[in-house]
């Protein structure tokens, strides 16, 4: 068995993580935020409290595995064991699977006896939501769950389980799994058969049948078989729809039956596939166990309401999705669809997608097919052309991948386990196509012509608001018996990240990032797209990737951050102006800083490149400095050149008044001049051609290399005397060539200058 390290240990470990990654010195951030992936703000440090609840959980799946080990018999007689009073178990027979009943091991460190590797096993699955959440069963797995505390009955508490007639059930009887329950009720009423009344004036008949086999039975120490039997009956009446095994729903067997028939009888081409709704990968017990649902639920008692798949009497409808995104120059920024059945030209739709929800076209196209489903029968079949190659994808080839890990990495996963859920509800197939050339290019192209009028008009139809299911139709969560160590550890990070990327100065941060970015670059970005233009390939240096993050997260020492060291606490105002001092105020606000030098010398040196100004400098230009400009075209060379301009300017006014506020005690008299200000920049921009012509060396560095052609790019134009940069490039290094200061920053000709 795995092992897995103390709490002790863990916060000894974590405080040797930080004093690594950031030399001792504070953050400023949590380590819980310092663990989230990239894309949500995080530097992805190892969280060691994450790894061992994983490790646990690895534990777990082992546990509830079909092929049991040696361990997980002594394990589950030791859990049977610690059993409190207080949940109500007279009967240790009666325990079978502490996953599969309504009983629970003591929670308490302190009052459990269980070895702390299988304790611990319990608590973070307990807190993780591991269940068993099939959406449907098989009748062989309805049969095999335990007769008594079952989640799955309706109505019931642990203390119905206990007494004389539930003893008598299963020590005379041997009841202790539903088949059991079952086998019992369908062997009554007996056949008849009588004895001859005793001939005895004294003699009594017994009550109850008279039956050879009743008779066995009180022989063997029941009192009232019928009694028994009635018992048995009502406690398989109180079965939810989906345990029964005598319900009147379709079991996996029949469903997945019915649609290996109906679906082999399809001719399909490369670009179509049907959906398949994968029930037979529920057919065993341990594909029901589910991790990481949202909300601790009891079992639900409905299952998946479907129909087998009815026989193809006739070509299967034709349908054409199309959606329609807004420009990043448009006024208003709204996605629509459009929606054609053909030859029902009263069933044609389009509309918007509602405002709160990304506009991509995964989304959008995910949006209408939810929709389209909603709309039509679930009986008939049809075909659906779609724009979306990786929606239909998703939908087929990685849907039982993306389900297993619980939709974690998926772009639309707040609504894939629901679009599913309604897929899975149809009886009818639904073959998913690719859109070809030719092919109802009429149809197409009127989809295309609706779900643009969609956005540039106001809509006819509403949005759909809600996307209506019941909760018992959706798989949520992830399959327990798929995880890897590695995907609990991801899985465990996602549960915590809601909590962790809730920080105040964060979310105002990207708030006033995607503003800046909606204004001056013509288009919203997300927040996964803000994180990671902060590690764009543009931005060069480590330490300006780490200050850039710290400037996101409101994390920079400075203002209010000195407030928690008394000694220091005159450092919280601006050594300049006497006000609570921000990254904000010292990097575009100061009068007296150099920040207004050098972001002048900033603007001209791209301005110079054909790049718009960037003046007046805001606090948000430089938090979307790593973004592409999707309001005036350019090239990568000049993408580069002002991801790397913005981000080395900011930086080098964050290490001048680092020196002079720390080092230099902010004495006036130390402050550097503007002219010395000037060259540093120079200095620092001329660097910067140095190293790009040092790394352009494929033969040295290989694919890490940056192209050379990339680097013409972004310097051409800009160096002094109209010099090129072609030895420079064949030789990799700087052969004499500057970036020019401009004209306006000569010195004048002559002798009286």
């Given amino acids: 068995m795995v092992q897995c390290m103390p709490k002790s240990a863990e916060k000894t470990v974590a405080k040797i993580i930080n004093k690594i990654m950031w030399g001792g010195k504070s953050v400023g951030v949590s380590h819980a935020v310092s663990s989230l992936p990239y894309a949500q703000g995080g530097k992805k440090v190892l969280n060691i409290a994450h790894r061992n609840e994983a490790t646990h959980l690895k534990r777990a799946v082992r546990f509830s595995a079909d092929n049991t080990e040696d361990w997980v018999i002594v394990a589950t007689q030791l859990i049977e064991e610690d059993i409190p009073d207080s949940q109500k178990v007279d009967d240790l027979d009666a325990t079978m699977h502490i996953f599969l009943q309504t009983w629970s091991a003591r929670k308490q460190r302190a009052a459990s006896t269980l070895p702390e590797s299988i304790f611990q096993m319990l608590s973070v699955a307990s807190k993780y939501n591991l269940r068993y959440a099939p959406p449907l069963l098989t009748e062989e797995g309805q049969r095999s769950l335990p007769a008594w505390y079952h989640p799955g009955k309706r109505g019931t508490t642990n203390t119905r389980d206990n007494g004389a007639i539930p003893q008598c059930l299963r020590d005379v ?128 008692t409905s299952p998946l309401r479907t129909l087998p798949t009815p026989d193809i009497l006739y070509a299967p409808t034709r349908a054409f999705l199309a959606v329609a995104l807004p420009k990043a120059t448009a006024p208003i920024q709204r996605a629509g669809y459009g929606i054609i059945v053909d030859g029902r030209p009263l069933e044609d739709h389009g509309t918007v997608t509602r405002e709160d929800l990304p506009r991509s076209a995964l989304w959008t196209n995910a949006i209408a097919l939810f929709d389209f489903v909603s709309r039509v029968p679930k009986h008939e079949h049809f075909r659906l052309y779609t724009p979306s190659t990786a929606l239909i994808e998703d939908l087929t080839t990685r849907l039982g991948k993306n389900e297993d890990e619980g939709w974690l990495s998926h772009e639309c996963r707040r609504l894939m386990p629901a679009l599913v859920g309604l897929l899975r509800n149809r009886s009818g197939l639904l073959i998913l196509c690719e859109y070809t050339p030719g092919l109802g290019a009429q149809l197409a192209a009127r989809a295309s012509a609706l779900a643009a009028a969609t956005i540039s008009m106001l809509p006819l139809n509403k949005p759909v608001l809600k996307f209506p299911i019941k909760y018992s139709q959706i798989v949520q969560g992830a399959r327990l018996a798929t995880q890897t160590q590695a995907s609990l550890y991801a899985a465990i990070g996602d549960w915590h990240s809601k909590a962790a990327t809730e920080r105040r100065s964060t979310m105002e941060n990207l708030t006033v990032a995607k503003a800046t970015a909606s204004r001056t670059l013509g288009h919203e970005p997300s927040s996964e797209a803000v994180w990671k233009s902060i590690r764009n390939a543009n931005v060069t240096q480590k330490k300006i990737r780490a200050f850039l993050w710290k400037l996101m997260h409101g994390a920079l020492p400075c203002g209010v951050n000195w407030n928690d060291n008394p000694a220091y606490a005159d450092r919280a105002l601006c050594q300049h102006c006497q006000v609570r001092e921000t990254a904000e105020h010292l990097l575009t606000e100061c009068p007296d800083s150099c920040q207004s030098t050098l972001w002048s010398l900033a603007d001209g040196l791209l301005r110079r490149r054909g790049i718009p100004t960037i003046l007046p400098m805001t606090f948000g230009n430089i938090l979307i400095c790593g973004l592409q400009n999707q309001k005036k075209k350019l090239t990568p060379g000049q993408e580069r050149l002002r991801t790397l301009v913005l981000a080395e300017t900011a930086w080098l006014i964050w290490v001048v008044r680092c020196k002079w506020v720390i080092d230099d005690e902010a004495d006036p008299t130390l402050y550097p001049s503007v002219p010395e200000i000037t060259n540093r920049w120079w200095k620092m921009i001329n660097s910067k051609l140095d190293m790009d012509l040092l790394t352009s060396d494929k033969k040295r560095y290989d694919t890490k290399a940056i192209a050379a052609a990339l680097v013409k790019d972004t310097w051409e134009g800009l160096l002094e005397d109209g010099a090129t940069l072609g030895k420079s490039l064949e030789c990799h290094r700087n052969v004499g060539v500057l970036v020019g200061r401009g004209l306006a920053a000569r010195r004048p000709p002559g002798r009286n200058r």
């Fill in 173 to 300: 009887h041997g009841v202790f799994t539903v088949g059991h329950l079952e086998t019992l009720v369908s062997d009554f009423p007996h056949p008849p058969e009588f004895y001859e009344p005793p001939q005895e004036e004294d003699a009594t008949l017994e009550p109850g049948c008279q039956c050879a086999r009743c008779e066995l039975l009180r022989q063997r120490g029941c009192r009232d078989p019928h009694i028994c039997f009635k018992r048995a009956e009502h406690e398989l009446s109180l079965l939810g729809e989906k345990w029964h095994p005598g319900a009147n729903v379709p079991t996996i067997d029949v469903l997945v039956r019915r649609f290996e028939e109906v679906s082999t009888t399809l001719a399909l081409s490369e670009t179509e596939k049907v959906f398949d709704p994968l029930l037979s990968k529920y057919a065993s017990r341990e594909s029901g166990f589910r991790i990481f649902e949202p909300t601790k639920r009891p079992w639900s």
